[in-house]
């Protein structure tokens, strides 16, 4: 059985980081990929970033760009979102998610692409 599990969120100033880190067991995705999405209240769940277990491009949401950094351990069993210069507007909750086969630049935000979702780890910025 596959299981996500987030951990690493919090609150946190304007300008601040956080360290997102997603625990992943029963799931080898050697021909997978893994991403985090977020959801604020009221909106709809974004992708943020994605990761292709096989190495080669990752992929951010433009909101994000510059500041956000996905990863991977060399185990392949964590994955990372890496968060500076956090802003008000990147409070949400934030979900791991993985999906199998191959990851393509057109379709990695889909949610219908992932398989497996985490329960979620919350991030709130102040300003």
């Known amino acids: 059985q596959v299981h996500l599990v987030e951990s690493g969120g919090g609150s946190v100033q304007a300008g601040g980081s956080l360290r997102l880190s997603c625990a992943v067991s029963?799931?080898?995705?050697?021909?997978?990929?893994m991403a985090w999405f977020r959801q604020a209240p009221g909106k709809e769940r974004e992708g943020v970033a994605a990761i292709y277990s096989g190495g080669g491009p990752t992929y951010y949401a433009d909101s994000v760009k510059g500041r956000f950094t996905i990863s991977q351990d060399n185990a392949r069993n964590t994955v990372w979102l890496h968060m500076n210069s956090l802003k008000p507007e990147d409070t949400a909750m934030y979900y791991c998610a993985a999906g199998r086969g191959r990851l393509y630049g057109y379709s990695w935000s889909w949610k219908a692409q992932y398989n497996y979702w985490g329960q979620g780890t919350q991030v709130t910025v102040s300003s």
């Open positions: 029963g799931f080898t995705y050697s021909n997978g990929y």
